[in-house]
């Protein structure tokens, strides 16, 4: 066991912080990016971390709870793109990659602010790529209510959502709004992005959304499956990841531990291959 | 903004003010910079603290202008505005830290070469590499009274018509420094071989020229003073330093804050450490010499009576 997990894992309360948090984050995201894999909405998510991203650094210029930041700019931004309403997808990336240009330039005046006339320190670092190690416990019961005010949301939209990105005729005979579907869907994107910038930043949060789900998906028949399959490779990538991240503390003589948000994104990445590989050559023989 | 000897400083840069003139950046209007007093030495110097020795050697012969001078900002995030590269193209003598402290000001002179320019770097007068592990080199009492040297000298050779008036300025400077290191063999008497925490290596070499003991492993202080995550491993062994009171003060760098060290700082209050704020950058309202005295006599407080120190004034 040793070799496995270093010592103090399991007693240090950064880490015990960490891994509670993670495991929420990781269940919301996969469970969110099923629907987003889905409805071919990836690159909308990407843009909504980076107008998360513009709220955490905001949120770090006034000294407010990063959470609040993300999730705040997340929803106003996630609306706004929403109710532009571009109805053709072209439009749409248009208007997708304007918003996504602005938030990061946003974000790059907030951070300037906070680091010429504030005294916080690290800004950069934890807004863009997450520090879920320094994250206060105080933080993990919001934590805990967004994501439960979240998979209640989804549960509520997921099956007209689905169904019309799956067979829109159907969806309007059955007189689902697609409007209103995709404006609720939008703000339960937002809250899911704004949970995993805490964990692993608002820039790599697209990678616990997308990844976990397209790899469940691959390999999984019904989407229940799916999304059961998606929230297992994303906890286990947010736990393993933060293992590791402990652990390659010992690896060096130096001691200079790799940040759990590359240790995540690793773990996702492998994933991923593994499901792209099963597909094409593990399922022809089975 | 230039001002002839002593009060240098920029009007207090608040947020607000900070946002106007990003305002006014955006909007295009060149950023001003006041003119030099006639007869002066126009000097430019990174660092507040390295201002104030120069203007207390240049005096009334020298207009000198702090580049970092906000005592409530991260100095290693500071980024250079167009108004600092005018006040480096026009001074006739610069004065940086360098081991890659203040690096913004190589890339200024560079962009503005001039062979009538002098460069103190404080770093290469102590003869230091500019890798060094910590770059806070004016918290250790034998930087300044040679940095002062080195300006004193540069002053003579820009304006040779004052080199007596200079000299006495150093003779005078160096005085005060005397009484300084008198303060510090005292402190040594008294408390040599106390152990201490700090969040940051900013005092590191003043606590050992006080003989204190720094029981912090230097990576969690590079981490915090680099801006990235310490490991958690490295918390876990600082934050058991202070909750199992094996320090007897925890001195924290009042000018960075991050939830690691917010956190550090409620536990040392939880368990009765004293906190004593430590500036990167001189306070304002302070001379060099002033600035670690008060250093001195904070950390002597929280030693011998447990108190806290979280503002110097």
Known sequence: ?286 | MVLASAPWHRSPWGLAGGLALAGVALCGCAASVPPVAPGTVPVVAAESQYADVAAQVGGRYASVVAVMDNPNADPHGFEVSPSVAREVARARLVVQNGAGYDDFMRVVEAASPSPRRRVVVAQRVLGLASSIANPHLWYDPTTMPAVAAAIEGDLARIDPAHRAYFAARLARFDAAVADLRARIEAFRARFAGRRVATTEPVGDYLLSALGLVNATPFRFQADVMNGVDPAPQDVGTVESLVTGRRVAALLVNAQVSSPVTTTLTGLAEGAHVPVVALYETMPRGFTYQRWMTAEIDAIARALSTGRSTRRLS
Do not use: K
């Open chain 1, 1 to 286: 066991m040793r070799w496995l997990v270093e010592p103090g894992f399991f007693t240090n309360p950064v880490v015990g912080t960490a891994l509670v948090l993670g495991a929420v984050v990781a269940v919301v995201s996969a469970a969110v990016g099923v629907v987003v894999v889905v409805r071919g909405q990836s690159f909308a998510g990407h843009a909504l971390t980076d107008v998360a991203m513009a709220g955490g650094a905001g949120a770090s210029l006034l000294g407010a709870s990063p959470l609040l930041g993300f999730l705040l700019a997340g929803v106003v931004g996630g609306g706004s793109i929403e109710a532009a309403g571009a109805e053709r997808v072209r439009d749409r990336d248009v208007a997708t990659g304007v918003v996504l240009g602005a938030a990061a330039g946003l974000t790059a005046l907030f951070l300037y602010f906070v680091s010429s006339s504030t005294s916080a320190t690290g800004s950069t670092q934890s807004v863009l790529f997450g520090s879920v190690f320094t994250v206060s416990p105080s933080v993990v019961p919001l934590g805990v209510a967004v994501a439960a005010a979240t998979l209640v949301a989804l549960l509520v939209v997921r099956r007209p959502l689905l169904l019309s990105s799956l067979s829109p005729e159907l969806a309007a005979a059955r007189g689902v709004r697609p409007r209103a579907m995709g404006l609720v869907f939008v703000l339960v994107l937002a809250a899911s992005v704004a949970l995993s910038a805490l964990v692993i930043g608002a820039i790599l949060s697209t990678a616990l959304l997308v990844g976990p789900a397209s790899a469940a998906l691959r390999v999984s028949r019904g989407l229940v499956g799916a999304t059961l399959g998606a929230i297992a490779a994303g906890v286990a990538a947010v736990e393993l990841g933060i293992l590791a991240s402990y652990d390659s503390f010992y690896w060096s003589a130096a001691h200079r531990s790799v940040p759990v948000s590359a240790c995540v994104v690793a773990v996702v990445l492998v994933e991923v291959a593994t499901s792209a590989a099963w597909a094409r050559w593990g399922r022809g023989r089975g």
